[in-house]
């Protein structure tokens, strides 16, 4: 089923490649240019939720390689799309309420999915760093999983008539029920005594016990029917509600199973590549030497024949003998060296010639040309980084597994045949390199032999010492290098623990983005042509937390080459979700949290030297523990305009000027976002803050939809 979704997802990658290879001329209509890159958006976002899904799910080795090359190109893409639309229409929402229509998709498929390869691949990392953490939380005393429960005080007088009311509660009612007890046992005795001096009828008797069962039926029925009505209604529970089906159990077994399997597959696999070249390396490897001497042996030959001296050996950093055979035939081997002689003829005799001068005005002239052209030019897509890469694993499907037969690989198990192609390359490769070293020395004896070419003495003067003086300025520059490490002469664990007893790097709440409930706003697209800004929804907001937080800090190969943003704001008044998204990023992706709020690093490293300690330690761990979150709380304290006189001993700007600084020198291997969260972004300077955030993300209260999404019940919403 999932080698046909694949296959299936394959094709409809493979049509969006070709369409967007085709678009090549400018365009001017912005709605055009809008409709069409978000239906590239929509796609791809399809396409990447059915690779996740496969990815997770098939169990062969190389298969999987490959779709997650193609997967992270997919996300990587997504990214780029994004980044058009949010530079062509200069807002961070996008609606597609008619595209959705068109392609007959609901609102809730625009969901970004998040793959779990994020969390399955590093879960033993991320279980240790948390026992580790723990341990320390442990040591220190501070349990960070016992839930903290705010209680108000109330005054002695008023708590004493607290428990009076309830103490005579609780005596009035013992005194009610024994009451009723002694006035029930009365009413008995009396009924016993009229009974007893009745004559005993039988009819009357029986009528007695119809009138009681049917009215014990009759409440049962109505009890069992009030029921169904309130289930209906969605008022109540259905009945095992809360239990899980056993179908679930099922799929969750046959899950774990998968992942074992997975497993167990993927070692078989590493453990084949190492058995495989070992047994190529024994069997072809003497083969593989001869013929690659033989095929040099003849190029001296020839080279000797067509032009009467013997060629000059490549060097290694060329690349060898690999650069003169890679995918050519003898034929073309000697076509290339005539070229090659007829090339540098041609620039010998170029040489000679001299170039007429050019006048330094043309050069402004030139300029404004361009300037003009650009101009009149429409609006064309910036290049991809990722398009590439899923057209490479694109072609690797067509030729190898798309009319592959594996009626013989059932259990889906690595296939020995492609590793061995690998491995003989590789094994090809490093046999080179012992051929080359032998060929050179055979050439060499062969021009002297030969040609009585004399070797020329390699002069060794004042380059060597250029070098020895680079050398030596190297060596300067790792001493200073060495210099700016504050903390050169600790270990990671040492810096990682010191973190945590300060309360810097703190333990994150297990909360999912799915968590995070809201619904599509449907009359975006409506507002907007009436020249109506809309909301955003949640889903929007869930949407972008997904893609400028999640998918980069998940993968380090989306990280490095897509657009890169080094940090979040998230504003927001109080109560609408902003933490538990902080808490959400760190989830999804294993990332460590740092807590560096004005309110939390109050009084800690004090003084400059402080300040640059704590940042150099706190960026040096997120660094070396990648994925890193550095989340600063209520940051407009951190860009106050006027520090309030109650907030002033904290100095809540400690990291003002700091922060511009850290963002330039964070690098896209650097797999760490900053994210602030605030309430009173108004209380800020807007210049520096909006040069240390890129992206300000809204977070609005929810709307009614998002509302009822969370409460199903019509209950809850009497109080919204």
């Not at 060296?337 to 043309?362: G, L, R, S, W, Y």
């Not at 940090?567 to 959400?584: D, E, F, R």
Request: glycine share 6%; hydrophobic share 35%.
């Amino acid at each position: 089923m999932y080698n046909k979704m694949w296959h299936e997802t394959q094709e409809a990658l493979n049509s969006l490649l070709d369409k967007e290879s085709q678009m090549i001329e400018p365009q001017r209509n912005q709605v055009s240019i809008f409709q069409m890159l978000a239906t590239y958006y929509i796609k791809y976002v399809q396409i990447f939720r059915n690779l996740e899904n496969v990815y997770d799910q098939i169990v062969h080795p190389q298969k999987r390689r490959l779709i997650r090359k193609i997967l992270d190109g997919v996300m990587g893409r997504i990214l780029e799309l994004k980044n058009e639309m949010v530079e062509l229409e200069l807002t961070e929402f996008h609606y597609f309420d008619d595209i959705l229509q068109d392609l007959n998709l609901a609102p809730q498929q625009l969901d970004i999915p998040i793959p779990k390869y994020f969390l399955k691949e590093k879960m033993e990392v991320i279980k240790g760093r948390e026992k580790i953490l723990a341990q320390i939380l442990a040591d220190i005393g501070l349990d960070v999983t016992d839930t903290k429960y705010h209680i108000k005080g109330i005054p002695l007088e008023e708590a004493v008539k607290v428990i009076q009311i309830a103490e005579r509660a609780r005596q009035g009612r013992l005194r009610a029920t024994f009451m009723k007890q002694i006035f029930l046992q009365e009413y008995r005795a009396k009924q016993a005594r009229i009974l007893g001096e009745r004559i005993a009828d039988v009819g009357a008797a029986a009528l007695r016990i119809q009138k009681v069962w049917r009215g014990f039926h009759q409440n049962k029925k109505t009890e069992r029917e009030r029921e169904e009505e309130m289930i209906f209604l969605g008022m109540s529970p259905p009945p095992l509600f809360s239990e899980v089906s056993a179908t679930v159990i099922q799929a969750e077994k046959v899950t774990r199973l998968r992942d074992e399997v997975q497993i167990k597959h993927e070692e078989d696999y590493r453990e084949a590549l190492v058995t495989i070249k070992d047994d190529l390396k024994l069997v072809e490897g003497p083969d593989i030497k001869e013929n690659l001497q033989e095929q040099i042996r003849r190029w001296f030959i020839e080279c000797r024949n067509l032009t009467g001296t013997f060629p000059d050996y490549p060097k290694e950093e060329e690349g060898g003998s690999a650069i003169i055979f890679s995918n050519k035939t003898p034929q073309q081997v000697i076509d290339d060296i005539i070229a090659n002689q007829e090339e540098e003829e041609k620039n010998k005799k170029k040489k000679k010639e001299k170039k007429p001068k050019k006048a330094k005005k043309d050069k402004g002239k030139k300029e404004t040309k361009e300037k003009n052209k650009e101009e009149d030019e429409g609006w064309k897509m910036s290049p991809s980084v990722f398009l590439h890469t899923m057209e490479e694993g694109n072609n690797v499907y067509k030729d190898m597994w798309k009319n592959k037969d594996e009626s013989w690989n059932f259990p889906q198990d690595y296939d020995p045949e492609l590793i061995k192609e690998e491995k003989r390359k590789e094994l090809e490769s490093e046999i080179r390199v012992q051929v080359d070293e032998l060929m050179r020395q055979e050439l060499k004896n062969l021009k002297l032999a030969v040609n009585r070419e004399k070797e020329l003495p390699v002069k060794t003067g004042k380059k060597g010492g250029k070098t020895k003086k680079k050398e030596k300025k190297g060596k300067k520059g790792e001493k200073g290098k060495k210099d700016k490490d504050l903390t050169a002469d600790r270990t990671i664990e040492s810096l990682y623990k010191e973190l945590v007893e300060e309360g810097l790097l703190i333990q994150s709440l297990k909360v999912n983005l799915s968590d995070y409930i809201g619904e599509y706003s449907y009359l975006g697209t409506t507002l907007r042509q009436e020249s109506r800004e809309p909301m955003p929804s949640l889903l929007d907001v869930r949407q972008l937390i997904a893609l400028y937080g999640i998918l980069p800090l998940g993968s380090a190969a989306v990280h490095e080459k897509a657009p890169l943003v080094k940090s979040l704001l998230l504003a927001g008044p109080s109560g609408v979700g902003k933490k538990m998204l902080v808490h959400a990023i760190c989830t999804e992706t294993g990332a460590n949290l740092f807590n560096l709020s004005a309110t939390n690093i109050a009084g800690k490293y004090p003084g400059k030297n402080g300040l640059q300690m704590m940042l150099h330690v706190v960026f040096k761990v997120a660094q070396q523990l990648q994925p890193s979150v550095i989340w600063i709380g209520d940051t407009e304290k951190t860009f106050y305009k006027k520090v309030p006189n109650s907030e002033r001993m904290i100095e809540p700007k400690r990291l003002k000027k700091q922060l511009p600084k850290i963002l330039k020198l964070l690098k896209p291997d650097d797999r760490i976002l900053i994210v602030g969260t605030t309430q009173r972004p108004f209380d800020a300077e807007l210049q520096s803050f909006c040069k240390v955030y890129q992206k300000i993300i809204l977070i609005p209260r929810p709307d009614y939809a998002s509302r009822y999404g969370k409460y199903p019940s019509p209950l809850p919403m009497v109080g919204n």
